[in-house]
């Protein structure tokens, strides 16, 4: 009989890394575009992509990657843990007759399933978006990071173009609007001289975001109304360290499983600080369900003015609730904040 019929399982996924292990049917290897997605690499721009590899469960999988005999791109890592970000990086042409070279597989294997990721190589513009034949970027993809929730990423990006003549430029945030602005500086006209540069402001706010990810954007610069040429850059932008621990405060276990009836069901942990000073930190538990707190530290939803080093926060389920839940998977968080920095949390 299937385990599932029989007991519930709680999971918990603390906001530092104390991942809960679910039950591995409910798991699964993903990319943020989607399931055995497409790459595609121009000479003429887009010389690199990235994707992520993620956990549809955010519990961290890992994993190996393999590519085909292509010489014409590499991919990196090859190895790691979900989530991670996977770069593909043009570095010779495929061909010589303007056309998509035949796909080159990538594949990734993990205990939770696996992705084919086909890489396609042009010497040609790519239609739509990709690389330009008159707009170039000096960074794609863009890099942005902050450490804490509510904290901002910001870049400058010199756009260039080779036109002998002026070119008017739109900008569109097509992925990621909801944290990603890219506007010109003040006084743009709205066009750039022949053979000349603009700065290309770029501005991620993590506000709405989830601490310890990495999030794709892009954004797309269209000249002269014509989609064609148009450059698409990528940006990534992180929160956190897109590790296990994003502050000051480290738990003595970076994951944990729970289950109800049966398993264990409480477990002691031991913070301590990263620098080996003293702290005071005050830790909350959320479940994310209205109504059912079913996981507890030191016997609440809420502790407040631990110290650091003294293996005093004990985490738990509160069974009478736990026995209310449908039988299946269940994620919870626990957030470690500094007690004199509200900013320094884990």
């Avoid at 943020?32 to 469960?57: F, W």
């Avoid at 043009?90 to 303007?98: K, P, Q």
């Avoid at 538990?285 to 110290?307: C, K, M, P, R, Y």
């Amino acid at each position: 009989m299937d385990a599932a019929q029989t007991s519930k399982k709680i999971v918990l996924s603390l906001a530092v890394a104390l991942l809960f292990a679910g039950a591995a049917s409910a798991q699964k290897l993903a990319t943020s575009a989607g399931d055995n997605p497409t790459v595609t690499l121009s000479s003429l721009g887009q010389t690199q992509q990235q994707l992520t590899l993620q956990s549809t469960t955010g519990t961290p999988i890992p994993f190996t990657l393999t590519k085909g005999d292509a010489t014409w791109f590499t991919v990196s890592p090859t190895s790691g843990t979900t989530p991670q970000t996977i770069t593909f990086t043009l570095t010779g042409a495929c061909n010589t007759g303007g056309n998509t070279c035949n796909g080159s597989i990538v594949s990734v294997f993990s205990s939770f399933g696996t992705q084919s990721i086909t890489v396609l190589g042009s010497s040609s513009v790519i239609g739509g978006g990709g690389g330009s034949s008159i707009l170039s970027a000096s960074q794609n993809p863009v890099p942005l990071s902050t450490t804490f929730v509510g904290g901002y990423g910001f870049a400058t990006d010199n756009i260039t173009t080779t036109s002998t003549s002026p070119v008017t430029v739109q900008t569109n945030v097509t992925q990621g609007s909801s944290w990603l602005s890219a506007s010109f500086p003040t006084g743009f006209t709205g066009s750039v001289s022949a053979g000349g540069t603009l700065q290309l402001n770029i501005t991620a706010n993590s506000a709405s975001l989830a601490q310890n990810a990495t999030y794709p954007g892009t954004i797309v610069l269209t000249p002269n109304g014509n989609s064609s040429q148009a450059l698409t850059i990528t940006v990534n932008f992180t929160v956190g360290t897109a590790g296990s621990v994003t502050g000051s405060l480290v738990p003595s276990q970076s994951s944990l499983a729970f289950g109800y009836p049966n398993g264990t069901n409480f477990a002691t942990l031991n913070v301590t600080s990263s620098n080996g000073g003293t702290l005071f930190y005050n830790a909350t538990a959320s479940t994310g369900i209205s109504g059912n707190q079913w996981l507890l530290v030191n016997g609440a939803t809420q502790a407040f003015g631990l110290s650091t080093g003294a293996n005093n926060l004990f985490v738990s389920l509160n069974t009478t609730n736990a026995a209310a839940l449908p039988t299946g998977v269940y994620n919870g968080t626990i957030t470690l904040t500094n007690a004199s920095n509200s900013n320094d949390f884990t």
